[in-house]
């Protein structure tokens, strides 16, 4: 894994010991091979590494590289049908395995589902219990997350493959398994087993009872795809979204089985000596214990670690080795071994003060899915490939009716059905970008308990309370009143608020004067008047508004993640400094450290541009954009896709660098915004808008679309950056009405590999052609917005998706 280091750590650190075959330690001792003041280092010293990525040219040269083939399409052939899949059910495999190597060179999304060694054991074993390739392919691949984009690419990918190999269910192999049996398995305890459906479990654990769990039909299914991986010996990853019940299912779970566990809760600032060490400060004394990582290896528990996708890279491949049978050194010298036999028999290297691992322990990993707006690590593309994935479903309507009447034992049934529907509406809100958050069941559950309660309380007002921090958001907030109201009151909207008292309108005519004072003081120091400011508010309309501030949490997170404080030491409160030992043990109370907050300011001698992300936001102005705006408004939402970047990197430019083009029969570069120059007021951007507008209103006929892809790649790579990105939107005329070739635009846009493109076309009309356009187009080059009040949602979406995975 010597590839997963950062660039030049593992020259810098391993170089003298290779070359010179000397190297100075961090406690002042020195290896050598000679001399009479150093630890003498034997001849038949040797360094092997493993890396999957032979591009690492800074420490390449250090070594002697042999390249290990993968296995050919021969010997998958056999593997499979030794272990007795059917020889049709293997070439289908074979094919699907091929189609993602080959999308995948071109689409990074694509990679965790990849056809590897490992990946095709795990689908072998899985057959032997689904006896359906379909079932084992989606078992072994269920952590992959699919947004839209990621949906279509796998789509595309798997049609493609069904066309090339002339097999016509591969499409079929990654869609999820909708259709179960009508009744949903049972869970059966006897004095030595457990079975759940149809898979039987020897155990002579007792088994315990969970509090306030509810059996669900589509947990019980999860509850069985689990113990069929348990039987095998996986460790298990769950991955779901946030208040699906990851935590009271796995509790659940663990009681069936009778397992005791020990429980890690990951943050951000975890690191590798808090997993394998644990201080504690008992009465004005410093012990040392054995952390719960430590303490279930050795016991035999399960290690439950919650929010694993918080967790910094060392944490996240210590699990990962553990979890491959490795061995670990712990912090304080000591190591967890595995004592078994192994692959190539006992083990001779077993010391007194080494930590045997019990054969009974297990690691349970919890996740939330990778994606806005749980902008942590993506776990599966990690490690997904050595633990056993399961995706927490969503419930149905009937399931949530369920869960909640167990909660809410004395709330009408009709109640609970209406907060059901409203749910349901924002979660349909949510994911067309209205909503800035997902709404889940522990909301409701809340809700529930508290209307159990309290009977006699407004049902409203209560689901209002709830939702009271969006009240900021005024347009929000009503519409999420009217969601509310119109499932639990639909006849009786409510009044609209009165001030009553003399003091009361007093104080609102004085808050308002105040307010509109420091307005006028803040337009003043951006030299805008109240008319552009005006126009400018009407622009940005409140889905407009969403949007943005969706992308713009989702950014601030990711800049919250790279840039981190410094810690600082020797205070009075936060976490136990290991470093604080001595004043520990003389009495000081300032044995303490937290992390200093970085109040992130823009300054341009702080930049460092090889650390940024270029985007390239290439924009179809032409006249057809003009004229067929009153029809669709494809004018104007590209409008919005200008100001949809803008604001979102408005106080990201240390992050963020970024130039809009436009494009039209006239010319094929009409810089709007240039890199390293981003808008700073609002007149400034009001006048791109008017410079788009007019451009559009003004320009010759024709369309230089493809020209305009081209130089927007040499403005991208002309500065060294972190990631480059280039979004291209149109109406799609230039094959149409201009005759330019669709292989110009696919060659276009696959011309540098360094660069992420991405083609939004938009239209209302001509369906066909743009079908047909995209695709010509690579996969998931290409994506069509029909309705072009999705063309802003699909920008976010594609800028949060390929930002992501590169």
């Known amino acids: 894994g010597v590839h997963r280091l950062p660039r030049g750590f593992l020259a810098a650190v391993l170089e003298p010991l290779i070359t010179d075959r000397m190297l100075h330690l961090p406690d002042g001792t020195r290896l050598g091979s000679t001399g009479n003041e150093c630890i003498h280092i034997d001849p038949a010293f040797r360094i092997i590494s493993i890396s999957c990525d032979e591009q690492q040219s800074d420490w390449i040269g250090l070594f002697h590289v042999h390249n290990v083939p993968p296995w050919s399409y021969q010997e998958k052939f056999e593997f499979l049908s030794q272990e007795g899949i059917p020889q049709t059910q293997v070439r289908e495999l074979l094919a699907y395995g091929e189609a993602c190597r080959l999308a995948a060179q071109s689409e990074l999304a694509l990679l965790p589902l990849l056809l590897t060694t490992r990946n095709l054991v795990a689908v072998a074993i ?53 259709i179960r049996q009508s009744i949903a398995p049972c869970v059966r305890l006897e004095s030595n087993s457990i079975s759940i459906g149809d898979v039987e479990f020897q155990n002579s654990c007792p088994t315990r009872t969970t509090k306030q769990f509810v059996d669900i039909d589509l947990q019980q299914w999860l509850l069985r795809d689990l113990l069929v991986d348990w039987k095998v010996g996986k460790h298990i990853l769950v991955i779901g979204s946030q208040g699906v019940g990851k935590n009271i299912f796995i509790e659940r779970f663990l009681d069936i089985m009778g397992r005791d566990r020990d429980y890690l809760h990951l943050h951000r600032d975890a690191t590798f000596a808090w997993l394998t060490s644990a201080r504690r400060l008992r009465a004005n004394a410093l012990i040392i214990e054995d952390p719960p990582l430590v303490r279930a290896a050795i016991m035999g528990h399960v290690l439950v670690v919650d929010e694993i996708d918080k967790a910094p890279p060392e944490i996240l491949y210590t699990l990962r080795a553990l979890a491959l049978g490795r061995d670990l050194n712990l912090a304080d010298g000591r190591r967890l071994i595995y ?161 009553s008292t003399t003091k009361t309108v007093a104080t609102h005519l004085t808050e308002k004067r105040i307010y509109a004072e420091a307005r006028r003081a803040s337009l003043h120091e ?99 954009m003009y004229t067929k705006d009153n029809v669709d408004g494809r004018l104007r939402r590209c409008v919005e896709c200008a100001l949809l970047v803008i604001e979102a990197c408005r106080d990201l430019h240390s992050e963020y660098d970024y130039a809009i083009f436009g494009h039209s029969g006239s010319t094929s570069a009409l810089e709007l915004v240039s890199f390293g120059s981003p808008p700073a007021t609002i007149k400034d951007t009001l006048r791109i808008v008017q410079r788009m507008i007019e451009h559009a209103r003004t320009c010759k006929s024709g369309d230089k679309t493809i020209a305009a892809v081209r130089r927007a790649l040499k403005a991208i790579l002309k500065a060294p950056a972190k990631e480059y990105l280039l979004f291209l939107i149109s109406d799609a005329d230039f094959a149409s009405s201009y005759g330019e070739s669709i292989l110009s635009l696919n060659a276009a846009l696959t011309a540098e590999v360094r660069v992420a493109t991405v083609a939004l076309f938009v239209a209302s009309d001509n369906r066909a052609h743009i079908e047909a356009l995209c695709r010509e187009l690579p996969v998931g080059r290409g994506a069509a917005c029909y309705d072009t009040e999705d063309l802003v949602s699909s920008l976010r979406q594609a800028f949060l998706c390929y930002s992501n995975i590169m």
């Open 126 to 178: 899985a057959y032997k219990e689904c006896k359906s390739i379909k079932a084992s392919v989606n078992r072994v691949f269920a952590g992959f997350h699919r947004d839209k984009i990621r949906e279509s690419l796998v789509n595309e990918t798997l049609t493609t493959a069904a066309g090339n190999s002339q097999e016509n269910t591969i499409p079929a192999l990654l869609q999820n398994l909708k």
């Open 339 to 499: 004592s078994g036999s192994g692959t190539f028999g006992a083990r001779d290297d077993i010391d007194q003060k080494d930590l045997r691992i019990c054969d009974r322990f297990r690691i349970v990993l919890l996740a939330n899915q990778s994606g806005y707006p749980f902008t942590g690590r993506d776990v599966y593309r990690e490690i997904g490939d050595v633990f056993a994935t399961h995706r927490a479903p969503r419930f149905d309507r009937s399931s949530q009716i369920r869960l909640l009447r167990a909660y809410g034992r004395h709330v009408p049934v009709k109640t609970i059905a209406a907060l059901c529907a409203a749910w349901d509406e924002l979660q349909q809100l949510y994911e067309i970008g209205r909503l800035t958050y997902s709404v889940s069941p522990r909301e409701a559950i809340k809700i529930l308990v508290h209307l159990n309660k309290f009977q006699n309380d407004d049902p409203m007002q209560v689901i209002e309370d709830v939702l009271a921090f969006d009240a900021f958001d005024t347009d929000l907030h009503d519409t999420l009143k009217d969601i509310v109201h119109r499932h639990f009151s639909p006849d009786n909207p409510p009044a609209a608020p009165t001030i």
């Open 526 to 624: 951006a030299q805008t008047t109240d008319a552009e400011a005006r126009a400018y508010q009407g622009l940005l309309e409140p889905s407009l508004k969403r949007q943005i501030a969706m992308l713009q949490s989702a950014l601030d997170q990711r800049r919250q993640q790279t840039r981190t404080g410094r810690w600082l030491r020797f205070q009075p409160r936060g976490d136990l400094d290991e470093h604080a030992i001595v004043e520990c043990a003389l009495g000081s109370e300032r044995i303490y450290k937290y992390r200093e907050r970085i109040a992130h300011v823009y300054e341009p001698s702080m930049v460092y541009p090889a650390q940024r992300t270029r985007i390239a936001l290439v924009l179809d102005l032409s006249g057809s």
